[in-house]
C-alpha cells in the first residue's frame, strides 16, 4: 500500500467508526437464532451439541466485538449515537442488542445454566427498559410519520415474546407470561399499523425491503415460548404457528423482487426470522409426531444454512469493499 493511500485509509477509519451502524447487532441475532436451530436439530435428531456449540461461540464473539466498536463509537463518537436514537428506523434497531443477549442466554443455558441465566437476565431487564423507552418515543414523538412504518418496528416490543424460550426452565414462570403477554399485545397493534403502512401508503425504501421477512419471526417466536410454558401443542399454539407458515410464503413470493437488491445490513433480516419458524417445526414435528413436519423443518434448515453462509460471505466482502459504515447506511 503506498503512503498515500495508507494516509486515506487512516483518516476514513474515524468517519468509519462513526458511521458504524446500530443494525450491526442483527447479525448476532441471526447467527444465535442458526446456534438455536442446530440446537433443535440436534436435539431432534438424538445427536452431541458440537456443532450448536461452535456456532454459538462465533455469535458470542460477533457479539463482543460489534459490541466493543458500538461502545468505542458511543465513547468517541456521541452525536452519531444521538442520532441514531433519534432517527425513526434506526431506533427500532436499538434492542437488538439486549435480544442478543436472551438469545446468548437461551442457547447458553443448554452448556453452562448459570452463564446462561446471567445472560439471559441482563438482557430481559435491558429489554423491558428498550421496550418502554422506545414505546414512550413512539407516543410522545412528533417526528414520527407513517413512512416511517417497517417490519422492523416489530424489533423492540415483540421482542419481548423470545425471554419465555427458557424463562420457566429458569424458575421464572411469572415474568414469562408477563413477557409473553405484552409481545402478543404489541404484535397484533403493530402488524394492524404496519399493514396499513405497506398497502395505504408508497412503497418502502429498497434498502428496508427484506425486513418484510420479520414478518415470520412473532409468530413463530410467539408459538415456542407458549408451548415452553404449556407443554403441549394445543389450539391456540397452532393459531400462532400457521401464521408463520403464511407470511413465509408471502415473503417467498417476494424474493425475486428482493435477490435484485444491492446488499445491506438489512438483509440479515432473512436469518433469524428463518430460524425461529425452522425451530418451530421441529417442535411442531415432535409434539405431533407427523413426518410432514420434520421434513419440512429439515428443508428449512437446509435453506438456514444457505442463507446465513451467504450473508457472512456477502457481510465479509461488504466490510473489505468499504461498502458499509458509510453516511446514507
Known amino acids: 500500500m503506498s503512503d498515500a493511500a495508507y494516509a486515506a485509509g487512516d483518516a476514513a477509519a474515524p468517519a468509519r467508526l462513526a458511521n458504524f451502524p446500530i443494525s450491526f447487532f442483527a447479525t448476532v441475532m441471526g447467527l444465535s437464532g442458526f446456534a438455536l436451530a442446530t440446537l433443535r436439530l440436534e436435539q431432534f435428531a438424538g445427536v452431541a451439541h458440537r456443532a450448536s456449540f461452535g456456532v454459538l461461540v462465533v455469535s458470542a464473539a460477533v457479539f463482543v466485538v460489534i459490541a466493543a466498536l458500538y461502545a468505542t463509537k458511543i465513547r468517541r463518537h456521541p452525536a452519531e449515537v444521538h442520532a441514531e436514537w433519534r432517527h425513526?428506523?434506526?431506533?427500532?434497531?436499538?434492542?437488538?442488542?439486549?435480544i442478543s443477549l436472551v438469545l446468548l442466554g437461551?442457547?447458553?443455558?443448554?452448556?453452562?445454566?448459570?452463564?446462561?441465566?446471567?445472560?439471559?437476565?441482563?438482557?430481559?431487564?435491558?429489554?423491558?427498559?428498550?421496550?418502554?423507552?422506545?414505546?414512550?418515543?413512539?407516543?410522545?414523538?412528533?417526528?414520527?410519520?407513517?413512512?416511517?412504518?417497517?417490519?422492523?418496528?416489530?424489533?423492540?416490543?415483540?421482542?419481548?415474546?423470545?425471554?419465555?424460550?427458557?424463562?420457566?426452565?429458569?424458575?421464572?414462570?411469572?415474568?414469562?407470561?408477563?413477557?409473553?403477554?405484552?409481545?402478543?399485545?404489541?404484535?397484533?397493534?403493530?402488524?394492524?399499523?404496519?399493514?396499513?403502512?405497506?398497502?395505504?401508503?408508497?412503497?418502502?425504501?429498497?434498502?428496508?425491503?427484506?425486513?418484510?421477512?420479520?414478518?415470520?419471526?412473532?409468530?413463530?417466536?410467539?408459538?415456542?415460548?407458549?408451548?415452553s410454558l404449556v407443554g403441549e401443542v394445543d389450539g391456540f399454539a397452532r393459531l400462532l404457528y400457521y401464521p408463520a407458515v403464511m407470511f413465509?410464503?408471502?415473503?417467498?413470493?417476494?424474493?425475486?423482487?428482493?435477490?435484485?437488491?444491492?446488499?445491506?445490513?438489512?438483509?440479515?433480516?432473512?436469518?433469524?426470522?428463518?430460524?425461529a419458524l425452522t425451530v418451530a417445526t421441529f417442535v411442531m414435528a415432535e409434539r405431533t409426531g407427523l413426518a410432514v413436519f420434520a421434513v419440512a423443518g429439515a428443508a428449512l434448515y437446509g435453506l438456514l444454512v444457505a442463507i446465513v453462509g451467504w450473508l457472512v460471505v456477502r457481510t465479509v466482502l461488504a466490510i473489505r469493499n468499504h461498502h458499509i459504515c458509510r453516511p446514507h447506511l
Open 248 to 275: 413465509f410464503l408471502l415473503v417467498a413470493i417476494q424474493l425475486p423482487r428482493l435477490f435484485k437488491l444491492p446488499f445491506a445490513l438489512s438483509w440479515w433480516a432473512y436469518s433469524f426470522p428463518v430460524a
Open 106 to 227: 437461551t442457547a447458553t443455558q443448554v452448556f453452562h445454566a448459570g452463564l446462561g441465566l446471567g445472560l439471559w437476565a441482563v438482557g430481559t431487564v435491558a429489554h423491558l427498559v428498550a421496550t418502554l423507552a422506545i414505546v414512550s418515543m413512539w407516543i410522545n414523538g412528533e417526528h414520527f410519520e407513517a413512512p416511517h412504518l417497517n417490519p422492523a418496528w416489530f424489533i423492540p416490543a415483540v421482542g419481548n415474546v423470545l425471554v419465555p424460550l427458557v424463562g420457566a426452565r429458569y424458575g421464572y414462570v411469572e415474568v414469562s407470561w408477563l413477557y409473553l403477554s405484552m409481545g402478543l399485545l404489541f404484535w397484533i397493534i403493530l402488524l394492524t399499523i404496519v399493514f396499513n403502512r405497506l398497502i395505504f401508503h408508497h412503497p418502502m425504501p429498497p434498502h428496508l425491503l427484506p425486513t418484510l421477512c420479520i414478518l415470520i419471526a412473532p409468530p413463530a417466536v410467539a408459538f415456542l415460548a407458549y408451548e
Open 88 to 98: 425513526p428506523v434506526k431506533l427500532a434497531f436499538f434492542p437488538t442488542i439486549s
